[in-house]
């Protein structure tokens, strides 16, 4: 009879062991969110993420970031223009491009004579939130890193782990 009690102590204990094992490796998995990177202000005074927003209802219809659209990329277009001249472009392009400006009539050349939408109401605060938004860097998907340890992906069964344990942790009860 002792010898049927250790044993059935042994097979529970294993199971508890099991099941803790099971509890504690949830947390293993568990990532951290990566921080916003258009909560900063940026160098230039401007607000990354009211920009976004201004962005987002004045200019996406015509201008991505990272490339062409109808009208020029914007990443990093305040390292190409100055202040001032983006002021005045953003606040009136048809304007600056009546003055002969060389850098406003090469744009409207290379758009096919596609004049910008005028846009007065933006004050040069609002503009410098915009030039913030456009130094955002282009998010990549990066897939996370294997847990040491960690079997390769091979064969790809599709049964979980846990749904394994699970079974396994059912026959030791048995027992």
Not at 111 to 122: I, R
Not at 163 to 174: A, C, D, E, Q, S
Request: hydrophobic letters at 45%; a positive charge.
């Amino acid at each position: 009879m002792q010898k049927v009690n250790l044993k059935r102590l042994s097979s529970i204990l294993s199971v508890v062991a099991l099941a803790l094992a099971l509890l504690l490796s949830k947390n293993v998995l568990a990532q951290a969110t990566p921080a916003d990177d258009t909560a900063a202000i940026s160098a230039n005074g401007g607000d990354a993420a009211l920009g976004e927003k201004l962005f987002k209802a004045n200019c996406a219809a015509c201008h991505k970031l990272y490339k062409k659209a109808t009208g020029p990329a914007l990443y990093g277009v305040g390292d190409k223009y100055e202040k001032e001249w983006l002021y005045s472009w953003v606040k009136n392009s048809a304007a600056l491009i009546a003055t002969g400006d060389s850098r406003a009539n090469a744009i409207f050349e290379e758009y096919n004579k596609s004049a910008m939408n005028a846009f007065p109401g933006l004050s040069n605060t609002d503009i410098d939130n915009l030039i913030a938004y456009t130094y955002t860097e282009k998010k990549v998907s990066v897939a996370p890193a294997p847990l040491p340890g960690a079997a390769a992906a091979g064969s790809g069964s599709g049964v979980s782990n846990n749904i394994i344990l699970g079974i396994l942790t059912f026959v030791f009860l048995l027992l």
